[in-house]
């Protein structure tokens, strides 16, 4: 089993910055790929940035040149530097660990984290 958990969420004006870092654990014997997705209320969850093993990083339009996601797969963690935050990036942010395989030639499954809120005043 694996558990998935996200740190770092908080309340933050416009234009500042916070730093979310999740860490998966448990019997882990490969992760594909790790990243950070958000849903914001009435809204459908959305990816924000994501690395695959020997990969690129992806990040939706709307985050690009301020958010950084960087990953340990030694440490199994993932860290997502949000600067210049606006309103519109409020939402619940979830970490996911996708294609994690807990022994070798085992089936690879999603994990999700419990979800950590962001709120940006204006």
């Known amino acids: 089993q694996v558990q998935v958990v996200e740190s770092g969420g908080g309340l933050v004006q416009a234009g500042g910055s916070l730093r979310l870092s999740c860490v998966a654990s448990g019997t882990i014997y490969s992760i594909n790929g790790m990243g950070w997705y958000r849903q914001a209320p009435g809204k459908q969850r959305e990816l924000v940035a994501a690395?695959?093993?020997?990969?690129?990083?992806s990040y939706t339009d709307s985050v690009k040149d301020r958010f950084a996601l960087s990953r340990d797969n030694a440490k199994n963690t993932v860290h997502l530097e949000m600067n210049t935050l606006k309103a519109e990036d409020t939402a619940v942010y979830y970490c996911?660990?996708?294609?994690?395989?807990?022994?070798?030639?085992?089936?690879?499954?999603?994990?999700w984290g419990q979800g950590t809120q962001v709120t940006v005043s204006s």
């Open positions: 690395i695959t093993t020997g990969g690129p990083t």
């Open positions: 996911n660990v996708q294609g994690a395989r807990t022994r070798w030639g085992y089936p690879a499954r999603d994990y």
